[in-house]
């Protein structure tokens, strides 16, 4: 089995953030309820001042306000699905797994389309809050061992929050240049060490489109 993040990886971008402007666009109200508080949100946490879990939650608060959401992501997909990865299509196969801190009603319908296993975040959209537990960094690696996952031959991200499930593979793989690079993942010495706890604890990169 080989194993994948999602944004920034096989998708040029943060699809969460990119799925929250295509809503704003069409429900123009949310630029005025929601886009305010999602951008201090993120710099409360660039500060240090908020954690990832509260922040996420804070940023999919949006998918509460979409009534027409289930055509809205049809639609969203059906406009961007050419940017997965080409090198990805290349080597995909049916039993690779996608895992994301994204939402998984927002990744579901890509990973359906692209008939793959899915495992993500889950919010409940009606009560706005979290199902499970953020599908991040250690999260990640924890969920795979606990659910007794397949070996991982080959994992690739573009984060390196993301070493504690790289570590799980028999090959790590890091992407970059907008889902278009991918290298070996960094050998472990103690410069990338502190580059992997700093961006577990404060480096959480949003991926705008490019």
């Known amino acids: 089995m080989n194993a994948y993040d999602f944004d920034g990886t096989i ?6 953030i990119s799925f929250a402007i295509w809503c704003m666009n069409r429900h123009p109200k949310l630029w005025l309820t929601y886009a305010p508080r999602a951008v201090m949100s ?31 992501i049809e639609r969203y997909w059906d406009k961007n699905e050419h940017k997965i990865a080409s090198w990805y299509l290349k080597q995909k196969k049916p039993d690779d797994l996608i895992i994301s801190a994204s939402p998984t009603c927002i990744i579901e319908p890509i990973a ?7 495992v ?10 979290l199902i499970n537990n953020l599908m991040y ?4 690696s ?12 080959h994992f690739y ?4 929050s993301d070493t504690p499930l790289a570590l799980c593979a028999e090959h790590a793989h890091l992407v970059t240049n907008g889902a278009r690079t991918v290298t070996d993942w960094p050998e472990l010495d103690e410069r990338t060490k502190e580059k992997v706890k700093k961006e577990i604890d404060t480096g959480w990169t949003i991926h705008l489109e490019e």
């Open 11 to 16: 998708f040029p971008s943060n699809c969460t």
């Open 42 to 72: 993120v710099a409360q946490y660039k500060l240090g001042k908020k954690s990832s879990y509260r922040v996420m939650r804070e940023l999919y608060s949006y998918l509460r306000h979409i009534d027409d959401f289930d055509i809205q």
């Open 112 to 118: 359906r389309r692209l008939g793959v296993n899915l």
């Open 120 to 129: 993500a975040t889950d919010y409940d959209r009606e009560l706005g809050v």
């Open 137 to 140: 960094a250690q999260e990640k």
């Open 142 to 153: 924890r969920y795979i061992i606990d659910h007794d996952f397949p070996v991982i031959e």
């Open 157 to 160: 991200s573009d984060s390196l």
